[in-house]
């Protein structure tokens, strides 16, 4: 996954906007002037929150602080500072950083000398020094509770920078649990924590933390996501190895976009990494052909294999020829054409017929008879006979094939395929809903994201 960039990151740090420096050089020429009469003090929590944090620094800091805040105050002028004379200005308070630090002798001391190291050491770029600056701030017990977050994000920020990735997801877990709330990276704080645990190839937490993005994304008000967050997230799904989650954000790939190209990628990947049955991968493939995603030799060589195994010919042969049809695969391909050629030679000696199969469905004694009934009538475009099978089959309570494996998923699922394919998205979504174990649920999701598409008139047609 790609990191965020640096310059987002620089953009991230400046969340602090105040200028350290020239603020508390303000506040020190300020008791040099003529005191004025102040107004009078407002009450409540309004007031406390906006008032200037009143410190008592110590003589001995005092002594050492003074003079140096004075003269970077001068050399660095009004804001808008010109850079070069900002780091000049920085550049001669530097050495004075040593001296600083021994002369602390109280809280206040702590925290104003991390406040004024950390502005120098950001316009040095010196990391070094910003990372002792900021562990003074968080060390102080002055420091406001309301700022605490951030500077322990900005920890994490410098880690980041040096890619210490352990430093900076510790850090910034701590300020995310703080409350923290990054306003300008994309994605959040949450996307920078998925990038740091990314890059030290903890996956499943990288995809935990841009859950929290997503849904952080949602909120009224909130950053963005980057733009390209669902290829990042597929991308760390696909490391992860994980089915589960390869589904999870595949899925959230093609919703963001349902072109068939992601269908594509999305259906082939948990194909390859599904650990999917034979019937498993054939209803994939069925929703590849769905949404116009057959693009390869390898799909139709992939569908006409699992259909082939499931004794399928009629489907077969459709999908064969609409391979033909469409200059994907050739009958001249001897694995191609051969297939299609023993297809059609199975069919002249048992052709399809729908009065055998009503007859079928009509005889069915168990579950797993009406189900079968209706695994013929879905793979031969037979939806409304295909639906009424399923439905009898579901009713008799029990369906089981002859090894005694329980068929009442695939059952569900396929009910919900012959639903959808008659045009009622809503109750296929409920059916594939029901759908819960191993694979087939992975295969139930992608058609109810299918269904969810025609729901909204972004499915397109096969």
Do not use: C
Request: aromatic residues 8%; proline residues 4%; positive net charge.
């Amino acid at each position: 996954m790609k990191a965020v960039s640096k310059f987002a990151i620089a953009l991230a740090l400046g969340a602090l906007s105040v200028n350290a420096g020239t603020a508390m050089a303000a506040e020190e020429s300020a008791k040099k002037e003529k005191p004025k009469k102040e107004k009078k003090a407002k009450k409540g929590k309004e007031a406390d929150a906006n008032a200037p944090l009143k410190l008592a620094l110590s003589k001995e800091f005092t002594a050492a602080y003074q003079p140096v805040i004075n003269a970077y105050v001068k050399a660095r002028g009004p804001d808008p500072a010109p850079e070069a004379t900002v780091t000049a200005a920085a550049t001669a308070a530097a050495p004075s950083w040593a001296a600083l630090k021994a002369a602390i002798m109280n809280e206040d001391d702590r925290y104003q000398a991390g406040v004024f190291g950390f502005q120098i050491g950001r316009e040095l770029k010196n990391t070094a020094m910003q990372v002792e600056a900021v562990d003074l701030v968080l060390a102080s017990t002055t420091t406001p509770a309301a700022m605490r977050p951030v500077y322990t994000y900005q920890r994490g920020a410098i880690a980041y920078e040096a890619k210490d990735w352990p430093t900076a997801e510790t850090w910034m877990t701590k300020a995310y649990e703080l409350g923290y709330k990054n306003t300008v990276t994309p994605g959040g704080i949450e996307m920078l924590l998925a990038d740091v645990t990314n890059m030290q190839n903890k996956f499943p937490e990288s995809l935990a933390w841009m859950e929290k993005s997503l849904a952080a994304s949602k909120v009224p008000g909130t950053q963005a996501l980057p733009t390209n967050f669902y290829a990042r997230a597929a991308n760390v799904a696909l490391k992860s190895k994980d089915p589960a989650l390869i589904t999870r954000w595949m899925s959230e790939r093609v919703r963001s976009n349902p072109t068939p190209d992601y269908w594509h990628d999305a259906i082939m990947q948990t194909y390859a990494a599904g650990k999917l049955d034979t019937q498993e991968e054939l209803d994939l493939m069925r929703l590849l052909r769905t949404v116009g995603g057959m693009k390869f030799e390898q799909n139709y060589s992939a569908y006409a294999t699992d259909a082939l195994i499931a004794f399928f010919p009629t489907e077969m042969k459709a999908v064969l020829e609409e391979g033909f049809a469409a200059g994907t695969i050739s009958k001249n391909n001897a694995t191609f054409g051969g297939r299609y050629s023993d297809t059609i030679e199975k069919l002249k000696i048992e052709p399809f017929s729908v009065a055998v199969l009503d007859q079928d469905i009509a005889s069915a004694k168990t579950g797993a008879q009406a189900a079968f009934a209706g695994d013929i009538a879905l793979s031969v475009g037979e939806y409304a006979r295909a639906k009424a099978a399923y439905e009898a089959a579901i009713a008799k309570g029990s369906i089981m094939d002859k090894d005694g494996n329980n068929l009442m998923e695939r059952t569900i699922m396929r009910l919900g395929m012959a639903k959808l394919k008659l045009g009622d998205a809503a109750g296929a979504r409920a059916e594939f809903a029901k759908v819960t174990s191993g694979g087939r649920k992975s295969v139930a999701d992608y058609w109810a994201l299918y269904a969810e598409m025609m729901e909204k008139g972004k499915a397109g047609a096969a």
